[in-house]
């Protein structure tokens, strides 16, 4: 089956780091997605990761994949009021037109 | 901006009323689709159109019904709605054959649809 799993809230200090993690369930998945989404907008693509790399980095972001345990997480360092939004994991299944979207996970960051 | 436009922002209707949400992407992208946002759950796949075929119907009831007249455009037409179908609509679009960006979503702001 097809399944992502998030946690749905997450609150951390500005300045801190940030981590929010996921689980799949496909292991066909050819990309994995963070999309962000702030209030009131649809979702932004935030970084992505090809299934045969283990981490990528970028600016305040690292995403960091483990293919065995199907665990995907997002960190974000020096994390700002403005990080402040719900970010989706996502899967791309087989290739087609099938992303697959966690629940997200709500981030609010306290100053 | 996003490139993706969708209207209305927010829409409240009947359980009988008759309905439509519009979709635009001004992408040239080939491939469009709908997905729903209720709270707490995960982002529902609903439909794919790729060059204004349909790709994918995620098993929704038939009180929605999607058009598709050219790869710019993506109506949802709505009819005999319940108090559940109540949720945030995305509609997204994409350029399939791009490797990462194959499968990279340009979301609308959505429409807020409210049923009584």
């Known amino acids: 089956g097809e399944d992502v799993e998030q946690s749905l809230f997450l609150s951390v200090r500005e300045g801190d780091s940030s981590v929010i993690n996921c689980t799949y369930t496909d292991s066909s998945s050819t990309y994995l997605y963070w999309y962000k989404q702030e209030p009131g907008a649809g979702l932004q693509l935030l970084t992505y990761?090809?299934?045969?790399?283990d981490m990528k980095r970028d600016q305040r972001l690292t995403v960091l994949l483990n293919k065995k345990d199907k665990h995907l997480s997002l960190r974000i360092a020096d994390t700002q009021t403005g990080d402040s939004a719900i970010y989706f994991c996502a899967e791309s299944i087989g290739g087609g037109f099938k992303t697959i979207f966690g629940a997200g996970t709500r981030l609010f960051v306290k100053a | 901006e996003t490139g993706v436009t969708q209207t209305p922002r927010h829409l409240v209707m009947g359980m009988t009323n008759k309905k439509s949400l519009k979709c635009e992407q001004h992408?040239?992208?080939?491939?469009m689709y709908w997905y729903k946002q209720s709270a707490k759950k995960p982002l529902e796949l609903m439909f794919v159109?790729?060059?204004?075929?349909?790709?994918e119907n995620n098993s929704v009831p038939s009180r929605f019904s999607p058009e598709c007249p050219n790869s710019s455009h993506l109506f949802l037409h709505l009819h005999t709605l319940q108090p559940e179908d109540s949720a945030l609509y995305l509609c997204a679009s994409s350029h399939p054959g791009q490797g990462a960006s194959n499968e990279k979503l340009f979301f609308g702001s959505g429409t807020q649809l409210s049923v009584l």
């Open positions: 159109y790729n060059f204004k075929e349909q790709t």
């Open positions: 992408l040239g992208h080939n491939a």
């Open positions: 990761i090809f299934s045969n790399m």
